[in-house]
């Protein structure tokens, strides 16, 4: 029971560091190491080379692909990319359901960019919708806000299911993740299209906000984007381009070689890599800047995109080297034993995350952090399969999306660019937000069910 009781005591002075004390979730998880080799007894000539390998082994795994994904999320963004794909899409659905095409925009745009800058971006997008179709504001909001958040949070390349794929062993097999990642995106994407269609006749003042005083909404960043916006092949390529191959790298790879092990496996084989590919993707990217001073954007573009990327990477090297030390002890043995005769399955992953994303905030820290402690339980959970694996970040993708609120700054985003009050947005997004996990966690048990 000692062991238990540590990892409980662990994961509450985590909740209670980043939540509470607003403590950043780096050095949290750092100390949160520190602690763990010591109450579990680790050598102490041991303890700095398993915390510095478990950071650097999950830097290695996945650092660039963050730091890539990241900078073709902010070309996409800086560029104007992000808001043809959105008018594209609403060209494809037309305007008899409104409601889907904002899910179906958000769902697509989500997958390179962050789901707060992809709400702030095509926020002034879905108010002309709804204004031009008449349709319900807080429908639209919780359409759109859904939508983004359904692959944020389980298709990669974003940053939270990387991070858990890596830190569970798939940072070599991320088309496997993406392709069921996009399933599982579906079911939480139409689960909050219901529940906009639930929340339609809860009331907003968005619509009824003259239009001068709305622009006062918009984010400053708007005013940067290109008045000549790229065209739809431009613009879908740094996402459709790199997923394409990343999931052809995984096929080539299927028992059998269904594409043989001659030059096109070769590659293939090569492209597919997630650096690789996403490198040909970032090529896609460069092709978005136009004009003058072209080298000079992409250069700023860059700089940002290490800004934001830089966090995710400290916290996702100190989740990986938590998860290292837990690794080295009893914990995983008996723990792995003590779940496996309750026959839990996937629940345990989903309400570590859930928690921790209910508490801190955070999307992202839930995934890195829930993905760390339960790596080293997989074995023992039976769990250890690739499939059984990519399960798992599913599993915690459901549960980092239990539930946002207050302490979110997604939430914020949602209500202060929708112009709702809070208790509406808790009725609407939040609520939204809550069944999304719940269903999408159901599918993830009957999948398991099923293929393990």
């Not at 839990?344 to 993905?371: D, E, N, R, W, Y």
């Not at 009050?421 to 269903?439: E, F, K, Q, S, W």
Request: hydrophobic share 55%; charged share 10%; aromatic share 6%.
């Amino acid at each position: 029971m000692y062991l238990v009781f540590v990892l409980l005591v662990l994961i509450a002075l985590i909740v209670f560091a980043t939540a509470r004390l607003k403590l950043n979730p780096f050095i949290t998880l750092l100390l949160a190491a520190f602690i763990a080799a010591f109450a579990y007894g680790l050598p102490l000539r041991d303890i700095e080379t398993t915390i510095r390998g478990g950071f650097g082994s999950i830097m290695g795994n996945i650092g660039l692909v963050i730091v890539l994904g990241t900078v073709i999320g902010v070309i996409l963004e800086r560029s104007g990319a992000a808001i043809t794909m959105a008018q594209t899409i609403i060209k494809v659905f037309g305007q008899r359901f409104p409601t889907l095409t904002m899910t179906s925009v958000g769902f697509l745009v989500s997958i390179p960019v962050f789901c707060d800058s992809g709400f702030v971006i095509l926020n002034s997008l879905k108010r002309s919708v709804a204004r031009t179709l008449k349709a319900s504001p807080v429908a639209m909001t919780v359409a759109l806000s859904t939508g983004l958040f359904a692959t944020h949070t389980l298709v990669p390349p974003t940053p939270g299911p990387i991070a858990a794929a890596g830190n569970l062993g798939l940072g070599d097999n991320l088309g496997l993740v993406i392709l069921v990642g996009l399933g599982f995106a579906v079911i939480a994407a139409l689960t909050g299209l219901a529940w906009a269609h639930f929340s339609q006749h809860l009331p907003s003042a968005e619509l009824d906000e003259p239009e001068e005083v709305s622009g006062a909404h918009q984010h400053d960043d708007e005013s940067a984007l290109p008045r000549d916006l790229p065209g739809p092949g431009r613009a879908f390529a740094p996402i459709l381009v790199p997923i394409l191959l990343i999931c052809l790298g995984s096929v080539v790879n299927y028992p059998g070689a269904p594409l043989g092990q001659g030059a096109l496996y070769e590659a293939l084989n090569f492209l597919g890599k997630p650096v690789n590919a996403l490198m040909v993707g970032l090529g896609c990217a460069v092709l978005l800047l136009r004009g003058e001073g072209r080298v000079a954007k992409f250069s700023d573009y860059i700089g940002k995109g290490l800004v934001i990327a830089a966090p995710i990477l400290l916290v996702t090297g100190a989740g990986g080297a938590f998860g290292a030390v837990l690794a080295a002890t009893p914990l995983g043995d008996f723990l792995g034993s003590s779940l496996s005769s309750l026959g839990i399955g996937m629940l345990m992953p989903f309400l570590v995350a859930a928690a921790l994303k209910t508490a801190q905030g955070s999307s992202t820290v839930a995934m890195v952090t829930a993905s760390a402690l339960v790596a080293p339980l997989l074995p023992q959970m039976g769990l250890d399969s690739d499939m059984g694996r990519v399960l798992t970040v599913m599993a915690i993708a459901a549960g980092s999306m239990t539930v946002s609120h207050a302490n979110d700054s997604y939430f914020w985003v949602v209500a202060q660019f929708s112009r709702m009050d809070v208790a509406t947005a808790y009725r609407a997004h939040t609520a939204a937000t809550l069944a999304m996990g719940i269903v999408t966690i159901i599918a993830v048990q009957l999948v398991a069910l099923v293929v393990l």
